[in-house]
Antibody, heavy 123, light 106 residues
Framework: EVQLVESGGGLVKPGGSLRLSCAAS????????MSWVRQAPGKGLECVGRIKTKTDGGTTDYAAPVKGRFTISRDDSKNTLYLQMNSLKTEDTAVYYCTTYRPLPPNSAFDYWGQGTLVTVSS | EIVLTQSPATLSLSPGERATLSCRASQSVSSYLAWYQQKPGQAPRLLIY???NRATGIPARFRGSGSGTDFTLTISSLEPEDFAVYYCQQRSNWFTFGGGTKVEIK
């Protein structure tokens, strides 16, 4: 069974930093493209960024609102995905979901999701 | 940025009725469109990928159709567990999501 378990959320002041982790199990993590998707309270969904497998270059891409402030990384030896968030703003307040992303069929979309971790940016 | 507009915002229906949800893209996304279901306090769940393909384990009452800029998610006969918020999402140019349609019990 695929499991994605996020951790590291909490309350942080504007301008502060936070690192989220996502522990993956039930599939071959090193073969999976991964992403972070966030959802502000009562709002819709936004993809924050994506990381490819090392086989596919290990490159990362980010949404415009977080580019230069957020960094996605992966440790395939620990089956763990990370999201380093710096220079946090109040508008970054959201539940952050770790997801797998399949670029090819079947299930070519964000196919598995964690339960999410809440990040609150407030003074 | 490709904008996805979902309509209606809210759909009030009874169990057993047919639900028709619309998603319109600001420019063509070919068939690179997915649909997700989200219940309160839960993560989204993938229903449909590439416009018309049901994801693993999704019941046949969920059907996706469309291409280019106009897409539809049809739930043929609503079950009690289908009352939720539904989002469309494109992967033609980065990733964007629609604003959601809430299917509520009438």
């Amino acid at each position: 069974e695929v499991q994605l378990v996020e951790s590291g959320g909490g309350l942080v002041k504007p301008g502060g930093s936070l690192r989220l982790s996502c522990a993956a199990s039930g599939f071959t993590f090193s073969n999976a493209w991964m992403s972070w998707v966030r959802q502000a309270p009562g709002k819709g969904l936004e993809c924050v960024g994506r990381i490819k497998t090392k086989t596919d270059g290990g490159t990362t891409d980010y949404a415009a609102p977080v580019k230069g402030r957020f960094t996605i990384s992966r440790d395939d030896s620990k089956n763990t995905l990370y999201l380093q968030m710096n220079s946090l703003k109040t508008e970054d307040t959201a539940v952050y979901y770790c997801t797998t992303y399949r670029p090819l069929p079947p299930n070519s979309a964000f196919d598995y999701w964690g339960q999410g971790t809440l990040v609150t940016v407030s003074s | 940025e490709i904008v996805l507009t979902q309509s209606p915002a809210t759909l009030s229906l009874s169990p057993g009725e047919r639900a028709t949800l619309s998603c319109r893209a600001s420019q063509s996304v070919s068939s690179y469109l997915a649909w997700y279901q989200q219940k309160p306090g839960q993560a989204p769940r993938l229903l449909i990928y590439d416009a018309s393909n049901r994801a693993t384990g999704i019941p046949a009452r969920f059907r996706g159709s469309g291409s280019g800029t106009d897409f539809t998610l049809t739930i043929s006969s609503l079950e009690p567990e289908d009352f939720a918020v539904y989002y469309c999402q494109q992967r033609s140019n980065w990733f964007t999501f629609g604003g959601g349609t809430k299917v509520e019990i009438k």
